[in-house]
């Protein structure tokens, strides 16, 4: 394609509900990040896949949050038993590099937990 | 702790006015610094990398420079269609990059 893409678009949640973001990255890009944006705030890295393999998943705030890119191309960030603090907008981004060199960004999830 | 501070939080320009927007990092252990746009609505869109202090990287209207404590992006003469969140992010490794706040700029005709 010729972006990233992620769905959905808008997600809103209630509080305890299980929900899955996906991201389509840009064909034949090796890495994939996902990162959580606060409104008014920077990107906050969530985690790191180079293919398949996820190697880096230091900012991920708690054990509810999963991601998976089983095939190397296609990831989805699970929530579960999502929490209001967990309201923000989830972005992905793909790289043609082994690493976060120009990072190509997705325009996001926006998650509302009520 | 490695972070990164941006000033100002938002800034507010005339078409043409020039300035320009400061990024102050620490980091243990400096990779690169790296130059992001972010409009309303979307992901942020990739500007510039620098890596070593004294490097300038330039595009269009724009000119990033590299200290060993911080990055200024300048912008000259600019126009409406420049206005956006401009973010700052620095990298100690290859995995993730640790950003700032941004700052919020509008160019006025």
């Known amino acids: 394609g010729a972006g990233v893409s992620q769905s959905p678009r808008y997600k809103v949640a209630k509080r305890g509900q299980d929900v899955a973001l996906r991201c389509d990255p840009i064909s034949g890009h090796v890495s994939l990040f996902w990162y959580q944006q606060a409104l008014g705030q920077g990107p906050e890295f969530l985690t790191y896949f180079q293919n398949e393999a996820q190697l880096d998943k230091s900012g991920l705030p708690s054990d509810r949050f999963f991601a998976e890119r089983p095939e190397g191309s296609v990831s989805t960030l699970k929530i579960q038993r999502t929490q209001q603090e967990d309201s923000a907008v989830y972005l992905c981004?793909?790289?043609?590099?082994?690493?976060?060199?120009?990072?190509?960004f997705g325009s996001g999830t926006q998650l509302s937990v009520l | 702790e490695d972070q990164v501070t941006q000033s100002p939080e938002a800034l507010r320009l005339q078409e043409g006015e020039s300035s320009s927007l400061n990024c102050s990092y620490t980091v243990s252990g400096l990779r690169g610094l790296f130059w992001y746009r972010q409009d309303p609505g979307k992901g942020p869109e990739f500007l510039f990398t620098?890596?070593?202090a004294g490097e300038e990287k330039e595009k269009e209207r724009l000119k990033a420079t590299l200290t060993k404590k911080e990055s200024f992006l300048h912008i000259t003469a600019p126009k409406p269609e420049d206005s956006a969140t401009y973010l700052c992010a620095v990298s100690p490794g290859y995995n993730k990059l640790i950003f700032g706040a941004g700052t919020r700029l509008a160019v006025h005709p």
């Open positions: 620098l890596y070593s």
């Open positions: 981004a793909s790289s043609v590099y082994q690493a976060n060199e120009k990072l190509f």
